[in-house]
């Protein structure tokens, strides 16, 4: 995080901050108190402090653009054997007042680790229709309803879970 804080000029208490607040995802853990942050991080911290010095808004409205622009998160992480996989994919729902609504669409199941430390698992689908379909097939995107089953089970109703809570 240091080198994150000196490379944009931002103290870390902030960057811990526009973490905390959602505006900024958490850096790749490389150790128990190490993390990594990218060239993604960077543009991201520059960008949040210039619409906040130049353009004059708050954080609350740059929120709302952030999840206004997003329909979809695809959650990648490097696990124990070295490979990196898609961990979930997660719907952006809506945005009101200072909370971000989010559905997870599918999760990564770890079903076991081989002799050789090779991790063994999939991802699978939560059983929640995601809303964005109707915005695909506009697109001439048409996604089988079925791959978001469980196998087996049903279709379950949005349900959603908070990202950031109101302060």
């Known amino acids: 995080m240091q080198d994150l804080s000196e490379r944009t000029g931002v103290p870390r208490q902030v960057v811990h901050f526009y973490i905390r607040e959602g505006l900024l ?5 490389t150790g128990r108190n190490m ?9 991201r911290v520059r960008l ?8 004059f808004l708050p954080l609350k409205a740059i929120r ?4 206004s622009a997003l329909d979809l998160i695809v959650h990648l992480e ?3 054997d070295g490979s990196r996989r898609v961990m979930q994919i997660t719907e952006v729902q809506r945005m009101e007042s200072d909370v971000v609504t989010l559905q997870d669409i599918f999760q990564f199941h770890i079903d076991q680790m081989t002799a050789e430390r090779q991790v063994v698992g999939s991802l699978r689908p939560t059983g929640l ?3 964005f379909l109707a915005k695909f097939q506009k697109h001439g995107i ?3 309803i ?8 049903h279709l379950a109703a949005a349900a959603g879970h908070v990202a950031k809570a109101s302060r």
């Open 64 to 67: 709302a653009q952030v999840a």
């Open 48 to 55: 949040i402090r210039q619409l906040q010095h130049e353009r």
């Open 142 to 144: 048409d996604l089988p």
């Open 78 to 80: 490097r696990l124990e």
């Open 35 to 43: 993390a990594y942050y990218g060239e993604q991080h960077v543009t």
């Open 146 to 153: 079925e791959m978001f089953q469980i196998p087996g089970g």
């Open 25 to 29: 995802p958490e850096g790749h853990k």
């Open 129 to 131: 229709r995601p809303g």
